[in-house]
């Protein structure tokens, strides 16, 4: 599966933003899906995923209530709706794929491939 993230840019606080994930292949469906970001000088973390199936999801406390992530089966592709944006929200974000299908995860270790992440830059 190769993962090609898009949508990142420079937002004010309190402004939205829609991050998009495009995959290849055909087993798509069967992959949880994730979403990470690590800020400069900080590692990695999860954010929040989505099941295969698009019937749970898993949010991050930082996250949770301004950010929601979906998914399209038919179109290959996860996203990532954020709002209420707020300067700490600042990092580059990726995409992940992880072979669990049915168990979110959020150790980076778990997922088996990432998109080259998107820029998003919060200003206060």
């Known amino acids: 599966v190769q993962l090609q993230a898009s949508g990142g840019g420079l937002v004010q606080a309190g402004g939205s933003l829609r991050l998009s994930c495009a995959a290849s292949?055909?087993?798509?469906?069967?992959?949880?899906m994730g979403w990470f970001r690590q800020a400069p000088g900080k590692e990695r973390e999860f954010i929040t995923g989505?099941?295969?199936?698009?019937?749970?999801?898993r949010y991050a406390d930082s996250v949770k209530g301004r950010f929601t992530i979906s998914r399209d089966n038919a179109k290959n592709t996860v996203y990532l709706q954020m709002n209420s944006l707020k300067p700490e929200d600042t990092a580059v974000y990726y995409c992940?794929?992880?072979?669990?299908?049915?168990?979110?995860?959020?150790?980076?270790?778990?997922?088996?491939?990432w998109g080259q992440g998107t820029l998003v830059t919060v200003s206060s």
């Open positions: 992940a794929a992880d072979r669990a299908y049915s168990i979110i995860r959020s150790a980076v270790s778990e997922y088996d491939y």
């Open positions: 292949g055909r087993t798509f469906s069967s992959y949880v």
């Open positions: 989505i099941t295969s199936s698009g019937g749970s999801t």
